[in-house]
């Protein structure tokens, strides 16, 4: 069984994303982020750094979006949402992984979250130095997807690591230059919002924006 935290749009979204294109049993239990509920002891006990989402698997915490999004499509091979080490698509999952965990989530945080490294005074330099990896990064993403037979990261069918794209370039919506400038990211992202489950989830997190 599965128990979920989350805040709408926020890093727990490609959690509970694929929770429903899993179709598994799963309980969402929604922080008050305003409230500061994910630094509470009783949260910060299931996610020491006090950061969103967290991903209860059996009533064991599990954190770090990348990690919960490769476990949860590893325990479901059914719905084959990633390959086999086998496969010869193993590589380029794993690449992909990792560079949005490493190379997206990090400047995106810095967007968001300029104060965790600098004061007020250094707030802009950072925002201008994270948007332009941001948009070197989406230069990247995009010739990838572009020269994807199939359409998806790992060509023709989708997989986990599409989800977790898909998440992280809603998040540009509102930046300068957001990930859709980019036709082929605007294609994947039209692809992936088609979905049923993306539907259901914008439902269930009462989001609008980006639909
Ligand atoms: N590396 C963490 C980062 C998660 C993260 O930064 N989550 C944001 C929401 S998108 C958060 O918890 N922000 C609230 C805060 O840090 O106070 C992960 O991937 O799980």
Redo the contacts with the bound molecule.
């Keep these: 069984m599965y128990t979920l935290y989350y805040?709408p749009g926020?890093?727990s979204l490609v959690v509970h994303w694929l929770l429903l294109e899993l179709d598994v049993p799963f309980e969402a239990r929604r922080l008050d982020?305003d409230a500061r509920e994910?630094?509470q002891p009783a949260y910060l006990a299931l996610n020491p750094a006090?950061?969103?989402?967290t991903l209860l698997v059996d009533g064991k915490p599990v954190?770090?979006?990348?990690a919960i999004v490769a476990l949860l499509a590893a325990r479901h091979p059914d719905k084959a949402l990633m390959p086999s080490a086998a496969d010869e698509r193993y590589p380029a999952f794993l690449q992909a992984m990792f560079r949005i965990?490493n190379g997206l989530?990090p400047p995106f945080?810095h967007w968001f979250?300029p104060q965790d490294i600098t004061d007020e005074s250094g707030t802009d330099t950072v925002k201008q130095k994270v948007r332009a990896q941001i948009e070197g990064e989406w230069d990247r993403w995009s010739t990838w997807i572009g020269s994807s037979a199939g359409g998806y990261l790992l060509g023709g069918q989708v997989s986990a690591v599409d989800f977790y794209l898909t998440m992280v370039m809603r998040w540009s919506r509102n930046m300068p230059r957001p990930a859709t400038d980019w036709a082929p990211l605007a294609e994947f992202a039209q692809r992936m919002k088609a979905r049923p489950s993306f539907a259901e989830l914008y439902r269930r997190e009462g989001l609008t924006e980006w639909s």
């Design positions: 805040a926020a890093a982020v994910h630094k006090g950061v969103i989402p954190v770090e979006t990348g965990s989530q945080r979250y």
